[in-house]
């Protein structure tokens, strides 16, 4: 019996977005509440058009559609590193904004390579499309908000 791999794809993913959201938590002792709104405006601010690029690449022919996925990841990036830093730096001050940014900036790259892999993996597999392309999208907060967490030295200190 054969297995379906694209069946899986969307735990697989699944269980990669709990652990980065996971791993931004421990981080820090950070409460879980003042991550989601990073994680939520690098999804929607980076992700959502780095998905929307990636299916438009799809109708591109040959060295197009490679350099149109450079383009989604290079968007997705630019555009959640913007989103969460600054929903992140909004919530809470750090020690080291420049790191943190520094941080966010390679998280959004991470996150929005691993986005537009599942946009491309969502367009293919049958039924949970959306479910994969939404955990495309959240890849970009949630890793830019742990490039964040790693990246910003903990809370800063009081004045």
């Given at each position: 019996?054969?297995?379906d791999w694209r069946r899986w794809i969307g735990w697989a993913a699944l269980l990669l977005f709990a652990g980065v959201m996971g791993?931004?938590?421990v981080v820090y002792q950070e409460r879980r509440r003042r991550l989601l709104a990073p994680i939520a405006a690098g999804?929607?601010?980076?992700?959502v058009p780095a998905l929307w690029v990636t299916a438009v690449c799809t109708m591109l022919p040959g060295m197009a559609f490679l350099?149109?996925?450079g383009i989604a990841c290079a968007v997705g990036?630019?555009?959640g590193t913007v989103g969460a830093w600054t929903a992140r730096l909004r919530s809470a001050p750090c020690q080291r904004p420049a790191l943190a940014f520094v941080g966010t900036l390679l998280g959004a790259i991470v996150g929005s390579v691993l986005?537009?892999?599942l946009g491309l993996a969502a367009l293919r597999i049958e039924g949970d499309r959306l479910f994969v392309a939404a955990l495309g999208a959240g890849m970009v907060g949630a890793c830019a908000t742990l490039g964040f967490q790693l990246g910003a030295g903990g809370p800063a200190p009081p004045a």
């Open positions: 019996m054969a297995v791993a931004a938590a999804a929607v601010v980076g992700g350099i149109g996925l990036a630019g555009l986005c537009v892999l």
